[in-house]
């Protein structure tokens, strides 16, 4: 069954370093979306992307965060400036074109940051 | 911003129990989805529901659409250990694809 893809796993870096957080939606999907949890809370938005271009944000994605599809199978989420706050669990996910299928999003495992 | 209540937050069941939970909230929603999610793993999707009133069933888990469009409920019957988890809501609003998700309800079973 396909599935959605993320790495890595795990990603330590120093506060104020640049991260990039790698997915691999299901294949025959065109919407993709990042979220991110922090540890025992519940999920949250970040942005969505579909035709090469960000379809909506939330008010946690600010001018550090940006995302790119560098080619047809990547979507990555970069942090340019992390900070202590930015430590989660980003999650993306991807969802079909049919219009039943859009509403159903995939999640792939996750990526555990941890910004020291 | 849109808000989606759900309770209770966390459940202590003997296994073989039957357990139900619900979202709901004062905005309506035209989809309204349910997902588990365990330790250290993504939220995975259990059961999609697109209109008021539809009940849907996959496999021990029942969930169902509100009438009023504002809530939602899920239910497992004969609860087993493999059940353990966080179950969360998440709707989905006319206006937008955003998922708007619900604080989720912690599955625990009683040894």
């Not at chain 1, 540890?39 to 965060?65: A, P, T």
């Not at chain 2, 966390?10 to 296994?15: R, V």
């Amino acid at each position: 069954e396909p599935e959605v893809t993320q790495t890595p796993s795990h990603q330590v870096t120093q506060m104020g370093q640049e991260v990039i957080l790698r997915c691999v939606p299901i294949s025959n999907h065109l919407y993709f979306y990042w979220y991110r949890q922090i540890l025992g809370q519940k999920v949250e938005f970040l942005v969505s992307f579909y035709n090469n271009e960000i379809s909506e944000k939330s008010e946690i994605f600010d001018d550090q965060f940006s995302v790119e599809r560098p080619d047809g199978s990547n979507f990555t989420l970069k942090i340019r400036s992390t900070k202590l706050e930015d430590s989660a669990m980003y999650f993306c996910a991807s969802s079909g074109y049919r219009f039943r299928l859009t509403y159903e999003q995939y999640f792939g495992p996750g990526t555990r940051l941890t910004v020291t | 911003g849109q808000q989606l209540n759900q309770s209770p937050q966390s459940m202590f069941i003997q296994e073989g129990e039957d357990v139900s939970m619900n979202c709901t909230s004062s905005s309506i929603f035209n989809t309204w989805l349910w997902y588990k999610q365990e330790p250290g793993e993504g939220p995975v999707l259990l059961i999609a529901l697109y209109k008021a009133g539809e009940l849907t069933s996959n496999g021990r888990l029942t969930a169902q659409f509100g009438i009023t469009r504002k809530d939602s409920f899920l239910n497992i019957s004969a609860s087993i250990p493999s059940d353990v988890g966080i179950y969360f809501c998440a709707g989905v609003m006319d206006s937008n694809y955003q998922l708007i998700w619900g604080a989720g309800t912690k599955l625990i079973i009683k040894p």
